[in-house]
Nanobody, 124 residues
Framework: VQLQASGGGLVQAGGSLRLSCSVS????????TGWFRQAPGKEREFVAA????????HYGDSVKGRYAISKDNAKNTVYLQMNNLKPEDTAVYYC??????????????????WGQGTLVTVSS
């Protein structure tokens, strides 16, 4: 399974960006694709996740109401629309695929495959 993240960049506070994660390979047993982020000197943080079969998406508390995750099953691509960005959203964003049970969706240890990360920088 390979994941390719793209769409990061520099944006001013209050602006928007959309990240994309293209998933390829033997993906049939990867039920969930999610986004995590890691800022310098901080631990990795869960951002959002969605199941390919459907159902409600999951969001980290710090991004609820500002971020939206979506998927295109035909393109095997997951998107992360980020609105009203804040300087504290600055981080490397990683997409990941795995099979976490529903209650473990936010736990990075249940994601087996990771993309290379894309840097999002929000200036004040």
């Amino acid at each position: 399974v390979q994941l390719q993240a793209s769409g990061g960049g520099l944006v001013q506070a209050g602006g928007s960006l959309r990240l994309s994660c293209s998933v390829s390979g033997r993906t049939f047993n990867m039920r969930t694709t999610g986004w995590f982020r890691q800022a310098p000197g901080k631990e990795r943080e869960f951002v959002a996740a969605v199941r390919w079969s459907g159902g409600s998406p999951h969001y980290g508390d710090s991004v609820k109401g500002r971020y939206a995750i979506s998927k295109d099953n035909a393109k095997n691509t997951v998107y992360l629309q980020m609105n009203n960005l804040k300087p504290e959203d600055t981080a490397v964003y990683y997409c990941a695929a795995g099979n976490p049970i529903l209650t473990a969706t936010r736990d990075s240890q249940f994601y087996n495959y990771w993309g290379q990360g894309t840097l999002v920088t929000v200036s004040s």
